[in-house]
């Protein structure tokens, strides 16, 4: 991974992290680049999101990414904190401040040493390379248990392309936007307007899309970078199979974030279940989400999957309180296959048997119908274990 053409990478310790580890990442572009991008919804927005926000609309030459401090609750500080930390960059590489797209995770509300990251910005520029996307993915991590990354390969028009990404995230997982930082590099000449709507289409089915503690954060941010280049492809082009190029290019970019979403959540935060939450046959796609989410933020839901105790109660308790109009028949419940639940009335009486054959595994599927339309949306969430409270008891010591 990380070969790919005009996107060089290198990651550094700087001394953020108190375990010494890799704090301090870098891409720098050979070529300008544009980025669609996707910012956290919180009101509370930390000084890194403001600034590449506004940088967003402009040519990027490169992407600096901290761990260890979020940046986030500093005030004016923070926002001339995170000025410093572009300015650095952009003195040490000979480009414009304004092509500098910058983030930071960890810690809210304790000032960022940029100093630090000042006396590390010559190095990481001097070692960047294509070999360097490893340390990348390392130098994002907070309280990931392993870096995320995922490679494609994509072919058409006669030509060879790759999509890459790598992502961090573990707690403080929640749609709108899920709480991590992802970013997604490609050499496709893409135009922005059409990137831009491809990319928010597949983030909304992926990093939205996904939860482990109904926490959201100051610092989210999704970023697709791609060349700015002329001729751009043409997208509307079809190949013998009769699909166009835009089709192609969108599956691929949504299989990079579902992939990366998707390892979020198997690294939550004291997680040992991945389960995926699918509410079909609802009125509407945005109530069978919303159905979705109600039952994968539940404690009590996620509770029963890490006890393995099949009180599936639990379940038609989180759909009613949805708001979320469902046959007044009833519903049926599915997990891992078998029916659970009918018309909202246990389908048969539950035994050990069943309950280990159901929730044993470690990849749990659940299926709710509400017979009430045609629409249907998947959400992906974790079970809730001691091991959440343990990491979150004691993060900034």
Excluded: H, Q
């Excluded at 970013?183 to 482990?212: G, H, R, Y």
């Amino acid at each position: 991974m990380g070969k790919i053409n005009n996107f060089l990478f290198s990651g550094k310790a700087c001394g953020l992290k108190k375990n010494k580890g890799l704090d301090v990442g870098l891409m720098i572009s050979e070529i300008p680049l544009r980025v669609s991008a996707v910012f956290t919804r919180n009101k509370v927005k930390a000084a890194p999101v403001i600034i590449s926000k506004k940088n967003s609309k402009n040519i990027i030459r490169a992407l600096i990414v901290n761990s260890g401090n979020a940046n986030a609750c500093n005030g004016k500080y923070g926002i001339a904190d995170a000025k410093k930390v572009v300015r650095s960059v952009a003195k040490e590489a000979g480009i414009e401040e304004s092509g500098v797209f910058v983030c930071s995770t960890g810690v809210i509300g304790e000032r960022l040493n940029v100093s630090l990251i000042e006396r590390a910005v010559p190095g990481l520029i001097k070692s960047a390379g294509k070999n360097g996307f490893g340390d990348f993915t390392m130098a994002i991590m907070t309280t990931d248990t392993f870096p995320k990354a995922v490679s494609k390969n994509v072919s058409f028009g006669g030509a060879n392309y790759k999509i890459e990404g790598a992502a961090k995230g573990s707690g403080m997982i929640m749609p709108d936007m899920a709480t991590m930082l992802a970013f997604i590099f490609t050499d496709i000449p893409l135009k922005k307007e059409t990137a831009d709507a491809m990319f928010k289409e597949c983030v909304e089915k992926s990093f939205n899309s996904i939860t482990v503690d109904g926490d959201t954060s100051t610092n989210d941010t999704a970023a697709f970078f791609y060349p700015a280049d002329e001729p751009l492809i043409d997208l509307t082009a079809r190949n013998k199979r009769g699909i166009d190029n835009y089709n192609i290019v969108k599956e691929a970019l949504f299989e990079v974030c579902y992939e990366l979403a998707k390892m979020i959540i198997l690294d939550g935060e004291g997680a040992t279940k991945l389960i995926n939450v699918t509410v079909m046959n609802a009125s509407t796609e945005s109530g069978a989400k919303k159905a979705a989410l109600t039952v994968a933020n539940s404690p009590l839901f996620k509770t029963m999957i890490t006890g393995e105790d099949l009180n599936w109660g639990r379940i038609v308790a989180a759909v009613g309180r949805a708001g979320v109009p469902f046959n007044r028949g009833g519903i049926d419940i599915y997990i891992n296959g078998k029916i659970i639940v009918e018309n909202s009335t246990a389908s048969e009486k539950l035994s050990k048997s069943i309950e280990e054959t159901v929730l044993s595994p470690k990849e749990i599927d659940v299926k709710i119908d509400l017979k009430a339309g045609s629409k249907s949306r998947s959400v992906l969430t974790c079970n809730l274990t001691y091991g959440y409270i343990d990491i979150n008891a004691s993060y900034r010591s």
